[in-house]
């Protein structure tokens, strides 16, 4: 019966595929198509008469009219939707909002999800990934067997009880369609629970004793915890021999590329594919549609949203106008702008990204706006230190679990340096040997660090600290962001993370 369900999805999706490419040969056609439908439907909301959406014809009037905001210009609009209000940013009552605890801030943001956001954006994004995945794997079982849950919970909202907060991947699993429920375990409740160490371990128990999980979804981080307990009960060497069927893990929320060796040796058979996804709290913009891992992922131009990119200037800023997806360039760091059918306009969401191909629109997560390190003029980005890291994690035959890193300034008798803290899941023999590789490899991975640590002039070798496992998730405990949709800040300029997870390595 299931291999029966299995090839209808798979003929649903080879139509689907056919239908997307479609739709997809004139993506700027399809922008403005969204562009003009947004500002039309949101004509009589508040935002949309403070700003005379009425009066916007097109692009120019549109770039004109509407500001360029982040979150805090949007937050006393999205409590009055919290509170019950109507027709404040996105006609109707909004009733769902995803938790976004951000990655440099203790303060919660809270994200409107319409209904046509959940399911024109974050489940059409959903769908979209497994049409790929399909194409791209003809023996694909998704629907014959058993896909693992990992999500976050959900709350009423305190003031108004009515509204309900929680993580986007809870809000989707409490939306799940009918016809996919059969298919994913474990059941929702369990998947829902709000206590993350009870979860955690719920769903351990209950896939150690599984043989028929055929994909899993979800950050690295949090996945690897989970496998790694799920070895422990069993006693297997590997994830392989527990799911001996197993096809696909998607990915996303960080740079893959310091967990996929590790990830290699949890599954070291051949068969297993690994597909990365730029599923956010603000939406579901991109997949890998390609089966090369580092050719970028596509862009999703039909879910709901307009596509804006404000470039990065030679000093490391994006203070400059955006450009409409049109307009974009290869290789060229550009701060990500998006107008959303949940009431998110022209909103920053921080992710900076670069476009790998025009044709089709393919791109790669580079990193943070926030998050970069510039002290010294040797602008490192976080694409700069995953790399490097990955390779030198490579040359040692170690995994790293965790990182981040700031700058030790200069003083009056010393030069300065980046510091670093690594966790890692087997540390290297000699910790130095390491840290001198890694500097080596950052520096021929980025020529403005090359620059600044020739001869040492401007700044010294790194500093690493290697620190024991667990350290970040006590940290990150502390901060009340222990759970899968919370990510640690890879790069900052201020030193305050990385003193914190110091002083945490010390307890």
């Given at each position: 019966?299931?291999?029966?369900?299995?090839?209808?999805?798979?003929?649903?999706?080879s139509?689907?595929y056919?239908?997307?490419n479609?739709?997809y040969?004139?993506?700027?056609?399809l922008?403005?198509?969204?562009?003009?439908?947004?500002v039309?439907?949101?004509?009589n909301?508040t935002?949309?008469k403070s700003?005379?959406?009425?009066?916007?014809?097109d692009y120019?009037s549109?770039s004109e009219?509407?500001p360029?905001v982040?979150?805090?210009?949007?937050?006393?609009?999205?409590?009055?939707?919290?509170l019950?209000?109507?027709?404040v940013?996105w006609p109707?009552k909004?009733?769902?909002?995803a938790?976004?605890?951000?990655?440099?801030q203790?303060k919660s943001?809270?994200?409107p999800?319409s209904s046509?956001?959940?399911?024109q954006c974050?489940?059409?994004?959903t769908?979209?990934?497994?049409?790929?995945?399909?194409?791209?794997?003809p023996?694909a079982r998704q629907f014959?067997?058993?896909?693992?849950?990992m999500g976050?919970?959900?709350?009423?909202f305190n003031e108004f009880p009515q509204?309900q907060?929680g993580?986007?991947?809870?809000?989707m699993?409490?939306?799940l369609?009918?016809?996919a429920?059969?298919?994913?375990?474990?059941d929702?409740?369990?998947?829902?629970?709000?206590?993350?160490?009870?979860?955690?371990e719920?769903?351990?128990?209950?896939?150690?004793n599984?043989s028929?999980i055929?994909?899993?979804?979800?950050?690295?981080?949090?996945t690897v915890?989970?496998?790694?307990r799920?070895?422990?009960?069993t006693?297997?060497?590997?994830?392989q021999?527990?799911?001996?069927n197993f096809?696909l893990?998607t990915?996303g929320?960080?740079?893959?590329l310091p967990y996929r060796e590790q990830f290699?040796?949890?599954f070291?058979?051949?068969?297993?594919?690994?597909?990365?996804?730029?599923?956010a709290?603000?939406?579901?913009?991109a997949?890998r549609?390609?089966?090369?891992?580092?050719?970028?992922?596509r862009?999703?131009?039909n879910n709901?949203?307009?596509?804006?990119?404000?470039?990065?200037?030679?000093?490391n800023?994006?203070?400059s106008?955006?450009?409409?997806?049109s307009e974009v360039v290869?290789?060229i760091n550009y701060?990500m702008v998006?107008?959303?059918n949940?009431?998110l306009?022209?909103?920053?969401i921080?992710d900076t990204?670069?476009?790998?191909?025009?044709?089709?629109y393919?791109?790669?997560?580079?990193?943070r706006?926030q998050q970069f390190?510039?002290?010294?003029g040797?602008?490192?980005?976080?694409?700069?230190t995953?790399?490097?890291?990955a390779?030198?994690c490579q040359?040692?035959g170690v995994?790293?679990i965790?990182?981040?890193?700031?700058?030790k300034f200069?003083?009056h008798?010393?030069?300065?340096?980046?510091?670093w803290i690594i966790?890692?899941?087997?540390p290297?023999?000699n910790v130095e040997?390491?840290?001198?590789s890694?500097d080596?490899?950052?520096q021929?991975?980025?020529?403005?660090?090359?620059a600044?640590?020739?001869?040492n002039?401007?700044i010294?070798q790194?500093?690493?600290h290697?620190?024991?496992k667990?350290?970040?998730?006590?940290?990150?405990?502390?901060?009340?962001?222990?759970?899968?949709?919370?990510?640690?800040p890879?790069l900052?300029?201020?030193?305050?993370?990385?003193?914190e997870?110091l002083?945490f390595s010390k307890?």
């Open positions: 019966m299931r291999h029966w369900i299995n090839s209808v999805f798979k003929l649903y999706y139509r689907r056919l239908y997307f479609s739709i040969s004139n993506p700027e056609k922008q403005e198509h969204w562009r003009s439908y947004l039309r439907k949101a004509e909301t935002y949309g700003f005379n959406f009425s009066q916007v014809k120019h549109f009219q509407i360029v982040d979150y805090e210009p949007l937050k006393p609009f999205i409590h009055q939707m919290m019950g209000h109507s027709d940013l109707g909004v009733r769902w909002f938790k976004s605890a951000g990655t440099s203790d943001k809270f994200i999800v046509e956001n959940r399911q974050h489940l059409r994004g769908w979209d990934t497994m049409m790929f995945y399909y194409h791209l794997r023996n014959e067997a058993k896909t693992l849950l976050g919970s959900i709350s009423p509204s907060v993580d986007i991947s809870a809000i699993i409490k939306h369609p009918w016809v429920i059969p298919f994913f375990a474990p929702i409740p369990t998947a829902l629970i709000s206590d993350w160490d009870e979860k955690l719920k769903i351990a128990q209950y896939a150690a599984q028929d055929v994909m899993v979804g979800g950050v690295p981080t949090w915890l989970l496998l790694h799920i070895l422990t009960i006693g297997k060497n590997h994830i021999e527990v799911w001996p096809q893990y990915h929320g960080v740079s893959f290699k040796a949890l070291p058979l051949p068969g297993v594919q690994f597909i990365e996804t730029y599923n709290t603000e939406g579901f913009f997949v549609d390609h089966p090369d891992e580092d050719s970028g992922m862009l999703l131009l709901g949203i307009f596509y804006e990119f404000i470039p990065q200037d030679a000093h800023e994006y203070d106008s955006p450009v409409p997806l290869l290789n701060a998006i107008t959303t949940s009431g306009w022209r909103y920053k921080g990204v670069a476009f790998t191909s025009l044709n089709p393919r791109l790669k997560v580079t990193g706006v390190i510039n002290t010294f040797e602008e490192v980005m976080v694409e700069n995953d790399k490097a890291l390779m030198t040359q040692f995994f790293a965790e990182y981040t890193v700031a700058p200069l003083s008798n010393e030069k300065g340096a980046h510091e966790e890692f899941e087997n290297p023999p040997l390491f840290a001198v890694l080596k490899n950052l021929t991975i980025n020529s403005d660090y090359e600044k640590r020739f001869s002039l401007a010294t790194l500093i690493l290697s620190v024991l667990g350290t970040f998730h006590r940290w990150m405990r502390s901060k009340m962001k222990f759970g899968n949709q919370n990510k640690v890879r900052s300029e201020d030193r305050r993370v990385l003193e997870i002083s307890l």
